[in-house]
């Protein structure tokens, strides 16, 4: 796999920005938080918003906490897979939202 490395987790972890136009890989995190929004748009009706800390291959943190929708019911302290972009917004109730980041998996074990 061209472009990613083990870490000393186990996890394989593809080299990402958050914003990288047509990037496809899933992003690595730890759910830290929930976030209310007394107000969001109608396309995110039954939606949970997560505060995520993006991780590296050894499970630290690697940039600032971020947003991201919850399709799955992820709960704080565990680690998650995000798709970015419009992949973001396909697993969501309305399709035609503005989501940029959802969480799509919980990472129960790496073997």
Known sequence: MAGREAGASGFVFPSWELGNEGESDLIPGKVIGRLV????????????????????ENKAGAGQPIVACDAI?????????????????????????P?????????DQVT
């Open 37 to 56: 929004a007394s107000q969001a748009l109608r396309a995110f009706d039954g939606v949970r918003f997560l505060l995520v800390q993006p991780i590296d």
């Open 73 to 97: 019911g992820a709960n704080v302290g565990e680690f998650v897979f995000m798709a970015q972009g419009r992949e973001a917004t396909f697993v969501l109730p309305d399709k035609f939202n």
């Open 99 to 107: 989501a940029d980041l959802t969480i799509v998996a919980i990472i």
